[in-house]
């Protein structure tokens, strides 16, 4: 199916780390949005996108979003404080700030969607909210088919209808009757189709796919041959060491040691909940260009984290390889210019991006850093370096196209350095290398400067 975009977009010029030009097309029409519609997407890689050069997965709809929008090729989640990754990755994301600067409940905490509904925005919200009732409930004016929870059957998902008093009691909860997807999707498009109010509005559409269970629906669970997808350049049976994490949830979901078999199935099932996904957003999409404020509303595509599905012997997001911590990041809409940055961002950069492009202040507390000076071309490279951490056992810094990984697992530890402009699907360690012993120190010396800034608790003290 395809699915006409219209694009808005201002003469701009804009280079990417590593020498990538961004196109630009002069402008068409209003040069601020008035309206955000935010596709939010769980456990997706950032490169599952096939107009970001993906070699299998069909997605068309996304597609068009990448051509006529703008791309952050290298946006991060700063880690997790726990296994479900998801829960302090959207807290960072809506709360504008550090791993350890946001509580995993939003408590005490203004959110960006509460923030636009105190600045007259009509909010609404489907799908996954993973952050507690209370932060919801204070967050938005409207809703359908809401799911708290991190993952379940696809097919039967949990949800509740919009609470205005936010009280969500465990006796209004209902069974969807569709495939999660289909379910969110059908209630944005009804947002939209009936969507009368004077009020700007940030419609939040939170789908619960790709993450497993990968069970696409119909036609899709068919879509894929395991026997025709190309395994991961970096793929391993067993990861080479314990990482702290090797027995978690998401990596019991397949046999050790991994086989080529068994992760060509997986591969197949997840590029067919993605595809499943492409259509909804889809469908979306094609029903907002119907609505008559389509020109001034700004599309967002995002995710809360990646996933490894074979890589580094690897099958979850427990991790800090770029596989699991970079995520997608695709904004299309009024103002914004199409293109591509390979400047190094947070996702929680969200936050006072859209505040700004919005034309509302950003409030206090908030620490992320705007992306507009990227999206305008004033700003080639983004935040200097980036720091990531996984629990108490992985720490890793990214600088320029070096990035080290520091492992602590029962008083041991390990470490990784890779050349990501040579080796982006870190597969050569070069810690032990003498030839590079001067940068790993320098990076070594970064990371626990970095790690002070953010308020790491597990530093010494």
């Known amino acids: 199916m395809q699915v006409w975009i219209l694009t808005i977009a201002v003469a701009l010029h804009v280079w990417g780390l590593g020498g990538e030009e961004s196109s630009s097309r002069g402008p068409q029409g209003p040069t601020r949005p008035r309206n955000v519609l935010f596709l939010f997407a769980d456990d997706m890689q950032a490169e599952a996108i096939a107009a970001l050069g993906h070699p299998v997965v069909k997605t068309p709809n996304l597609d068009r979003l990448v051509q006529e929008g703008f791309t952050f090729r290298q946006c991060y989640i700063m880690g997790s404080v726990m296994p479900a990754v998801c829960v302090p990755s959207r807290a960072m994301l809506w709360g504008g700030r550090g791993l350890w600067k946001v509580p995993t409940d939003l408590a005490g905490t203004m959110t960006l969607p509460q923030w636009l509904r105190e600045h007259g925005f009509e909010t609404f919200v489907t799908g996954k909210w993973h952050n507690g009732r209370p932060s919801l409930a204070r967050s938005f004016s409207q809703g359908a088919a809401i799911f708290f929870g991190g993952m379940g059957d696809h097919f039967k ?21 569709k495939f999660s997807s289909e379910l969110f999707a059908d209630a944005a498009i009804e947002f939209l189709r009936d969507y009368r109010g004077e009020k700007p509005f940030f419609a939040l559409v939170s789908f619960t796919a790709p993450h497993d269970p990968r069970t696409p629906p119909g036609e899709y669970a068919r879509m894929y041959s395991p026997e025709a997808i190309p395994l991961p350049g970096n793929f391993l049976p067993e990861h080479p060491f314990d990482n702290g ?38 469908r979306i999409l094609q029903t907002l260009q119907q609505t008559p404020f389509a020109a001034e509303t700004l599309v967002v595509f995002a995710a ?6 074979g890589q580094h012997g690897l099958l979850g997001k427990q991790n800090l ?41 950003v409030p206090a507390g908030v620490e992320a850093q705007s992306l507009v000076p990227i999206l305008r071309g004033s700003d080639q490279t983004g935040r200097p370096n980036l720091v990531f951490a996984y629990r108490s056992q992985q720490r890793a810094i990214r600088q320029g196209d070096w990035k080290l990984i520091r492992y602590r697992v029962e008083g041991k530890e390990t470490l990784q350095l890779f050349n990501l402009r040579e080796d982006p699907e870190e597969k050569v360690n070069l810690a032990d290398d003498p030839r590079y012993e001067t940068i790993r120190n320098s990076l070594l010396s970064l990371l626990e400067k970095e790690l002070e800034a953010a308020g790491d608790p597990d530093l010494p003290r």
């Open 245 to 282: 994490e090797l027995r978690v949830r998401d990596e019991l979901l397949a046999p050790f040691p991994r086989t080529p078999e068994i992760i060509r199935q997986h591969l197949a099932d997840y590029y067919g909940m993605i595809s499943h996904l492409d259509a909804q957003i889809g």
């Open 321 to 361: 390889y770029e596989h699991s911590i970079r995520v997608p990041l695709i904004l299309q809409g009024p103002g914004i210019s199409r293109g591509q940055s390979r400047a190094l961002v947070y996702l929680h950069d969200v936050f006072p991006t859209l505040c700004e492009l919005l034309g509302v202040p």
């Open 304 to 309: 809360d984290n990646g996933l490894a599905v």
């Open 157 to 177: 998902v949990p949800v509740f209808d919009f609470d205005p008093t936010g009280k969500y009691p465990p006796s209004a909860r209902r069974i969807g009757e």
